[in-house]
């Protein structure tokens, strides 16, 4: 019995993603973690602590998980389920948005930046070996980049095709660099 409980936790540590967090920025980033829109498997880990300058955080998601990862800057309200920012009329707050192990796209992870909420911190996210990253460095940056402030048309305001900066890649361990 102890070598079946033994296998199964092992296997239930393979198969977690890590995220890990790396904080390019002059300043500390306060980071939230959120299983919205709860169709996945929810993330039950501690609360990530705000990163310090230079800095880096591993964010270990189960199996499954879909969910978002943003800033969340003083008076954005995005400490909730990173709801808030420009949408309450409070300080805007990026997101980095994640469907791991997705069977709808082959078991893969779908990922993107957002700033629907707002722009708040420049990010980049770095896939696993083979795939494409995606970098917003500004408020204005390309639409196949991130969502734009406020656009939840998901078609850049309506000019192109539908969710244009979202990627597919194979389910692993990723990278979002803050600041790059």
């Not at 082959?106 to 970098?135: E, L, M, R």
């Not at 850049?156 to 890649?169: I, S």
Request: charged share 10%; aromatic share 10%; with cysteine.
């Amino acid at each position: 019995m102890f070598s079946t409980f033994l296998f199964a936790s092992l296997l239930a540590v393979a198969s977690a993603h890590t995220i890990t967090l790396r904080n390019n920025c002059g300043f500390a980033v306060g980071m939230t973690v959120s299983s919205f829109p709860h169709s996945g498997v929810d993330y039950t880990g501690p609360a990530i602590p705000d990163i310090p300058a230079g800095g880096s955080y591993n964010l270990v998601v189960p199996t499954g998980w879909n969910g978002r990862i943003c800033d969340h800057p003083p008076n954005s309200g995005c400490q909730n389920d990173c709801f808030g920012g420009i949408a309450f009329g409070e300080a805007g707050c990026s997101m980095t948005e994640w469907n791991f192990d997705a069977t709808n796209i082959g078991g893969n992870t779908d990922y993107d930046i957002s700033n629907i909420q707002g722009f708040s911190v420049p990010q980049k996210i770095i896939p696993p070996s083979g795939c494409d990253a995606v970098t917003c460095t500004s408020v204005d940056c390309p639409c196949n980049e991130a969502y734009r402030p406020g656009d939840t048309s998901g078609t850049c305001g309506g000019t192109g095709p539908l969710d244009q900066a979202t990627r597919v890649c194979a389910s692993g361990d990723y990278t979002v660099v803050y600041c790059p």
